[in-house]
Structure formats: structure tokens, C-alpha cells
């Protein structure tokens, strides 16, 4: 206690340089705690975006790919898979429910999407939450749209308001649909996931669009009419993908290899949970890249307690001296000196941790809104505490060097030193 006393009152003396270095520690260990936040929470929030579909299905491609243009609408699909068989699929007497998927359009940058009402429904993210109606309703007629809530934010759409679907993907296209324009049904509530940026439309609505269309061009000759095109049969003859829900989970490894073993057509099935894990296997370097540079960030921080102690230990050696000669034992001077480097690296580690809070308050909104991250404000686990610990004990073990320099230190030496 008496040596805690004697550091505190030795770091008051010195408050300007303690206080810088309390601060350094602090936002290094703010950074890399942060960074473990973030990368939790996008592991979260990835996992998030697609929550109660056990399986989903495409033609035959890897897992990730399939998870990556299915759910995050990254990518393409290698080929598409016939509406046949996706309705023999369909007919499975443990599916509970399935949903088609139609990609290929878009709109100012934004992925086009075409399904059915069931996406409504059963789709869910965020721990099996519901999709939601900011305001309107899911598409009624062929040429209703329903809008991610990003997408009418960054383009300004209200209800009713007309928009032109363009063939292919690209952020400026020359080959729009317009001869037959979309009217705004609905806007969904923000998700923080792929939805916000996705248009909705129905499946018919993919085929009425492309049905003046052959391998990628308009046809040559009169275009059909909206009222011309409702009177088809705008059955699709094939789909990207789909989404599917069993009624048992114990079901779902016998049904995913029925379709990977489907005759029909080459088929591919794939667990989200499974793909996602595989998706974090392709980009663990990454993760380690960035916990590498936070541990980085903490030993430089450490190392500049280190350099301060060091720095300031000539210019205490009359204040060992003083301490010597009345008593205090070479084993004091060591104990001071490192509780010095615990109280600093202590310290540093609350500031750290009260920052990182405070910043997460502050900015999650905002990182959920623009990003799509969700993070917890869940008490530190026990990973973090014990991350926590082995930076206040390597704080300790870093304040050996000028602890030892110190108790080495002389009565002679310390007496000699004039002002």
C-alpha cells in the first residue's frame, strides 16, 4: 500500500507526461478492442442477414458463391436453374415453404430482384425478425415494385412514383426497359442488410419486361404493350436461386442431398450457417491481419511508457537517493517503479474501455445505418477481460527495464547528482 502511495505521488509530480501516456495506451487498447467489436459484429451481422432458411439452392456452383449472389447480391450466377425443376423441389413433402429468386436487372446501381409475396413472408434477418413496411404494400399488379429502404433514400422515391428497370448490372446502362416503367407499391423498413438495396418485383414482371428480349437484345420488329404482356402466360422458365424452409431441421442434410443429387439438372444445396463459415475461412488473413496491427499499436503504446520512465529516471535519481537514505530498500524502488507501470497501463486500459463504449454508443446508429453492422453493447466477455488482463500484465513486464535499471541505482550515485 505504502509503495502504491509513494507511485501515485511520483506520478502527480509528473502528471503532464503520465497523463500522455495513460492517453496513448488508452486509445491503442480503444483500437484494438474496437476492432474486435467490428469484426464480431460483421460476423453478426453477416449471419444476420438471412436467419430461418435452412437451405439454398441454385445450379451447380461452390457454397460461398451461391450464399454470395443469392443473399448478398454479390456476383453472378454461373447458370440459372429451370422452373421445373424448382417446382419438383418445391413439391417435397418436408419443404415447409420455398422461395424463387430472379436476378439479372437493376436500377441506377441497385440490384432488380424478382419473387413472389412469399419473400414477404417468410424471408426473415436479425434473429428471425419479420420484414417490414415503411409505408405501402407488397406488388399487386405485374408492374409494381417494392423499394429496400436505401434505395428510396438515396434516389428519392415516394409511393406511386414510376421507375424504369435497365437490362444487365451496370450503374449506367443504354438498354432500359421502358417501354414498360414500374409505379413504386412499397418502401420495407431499414434491415441493415442487402434488402435496403435491392427493388422487389415479381417474377412475372421479369418475364413481361424480357419478353421482347433474345440472348440479351431487344428483338427487332413492335414492341408488346403493358396490356398486351398481362394477357400472357408469364410463367418463368427459369430462376436464379432459392430460399427454402423445412418443417424439420432433422431433415435438412437428407433434403440437401437430394438436390445436390437431383437428375434432372446439376443442382447445388447449402446450409447459410455452412457457407458463411466457409466465407470467414477465405478471409481469416485478413481478420488476422488486422488483429496483427491493433497488438502492434498496444506494444507501441507500451514501449512509449517504457521510453517516458526511461527518459525521466536520471532526473529522479536524487528523489531515489532521497528515498534510500531513509530507509526505503532497493526492493521498494523496484516495487514502485513497477506499480507505476501497472497504475499507468491500468488506467489506460479503463480510459480505453470507457472511449470504446462511449464511441459505440455515439456511432453505432450511424455504422448500422451506412454499413449494416450491428453492435452489441453487451458487457465484455470473458475473452476481452482476459485480453484486458494480458495487457495490464505486459504493462507490468514492459516496466521491468527501468524497474531493475532503478534498483541498481546507488545511494553514492543518486547523492552525487547535482542540481
Known sequence: MIIARLALQSLKNRWLTALLTVLAIGLSVMLFLGVEKIRNGARASFADTISGTDLIMGARSGSVQLMLYSVFRIGNATNNMSWSSFQKIAKRPDVAWIVPLSLGDSHRGFRVLGTTRDYFKYVRFRQKQNLEFMSGKPFDDIFDAVLGADVAAALGYKLDDPLIVAHGLGRVSFSKHKDKPFRVAGILAKTGTPIDRTVHVSLKAIEAIHID????????????STDQVRALDLQPKSITAALIGLKSKLSVFRVQRAINEFKAEPLTATLPGVALQELWQL??????????????????ALLGMVTMILTTLNERRREMAILRSVGAGPGTILGMMLSEAAILTGLGVVLGM???????????????????????????????????????????????????????????DGMLVRN
Do not use: C
Open 213 to 224: 428480349w433474345q440472348t440479351g437484345a431487344r428483338r427487332r420488329g413492335g414492341t408488346m
Open 354 to 412: 470507457v472511449a470504446l463504449y462511449l464511441a459505440l454508443g455515439l456511432a453505432r446508429g450511424f455504422i448500422d445505418a451506412q454499413f449494416g453492422i450491428y453492435l452489441n453493447l453487451s458487457p465484455p466477455d470473458m475473452h476481452e477481460l482476459m485480453t484486458l488482463g494480458g495487457i495490464v500484465i505486459g504493462g507490468i513486464l514492459a516496466g521491468l527495464l527501468p524497474a531493475i535499471r532503478a534498483y541498481r541505482m546507488s545511494l553514492v
Open 283 to 300: 478471409i481469416g488473413q485478413a481478420e488476422t491481419a488486422l488483429k496483427v496491427v491493433s497488438a502492434m499499436v498496444i506494444l507501441t
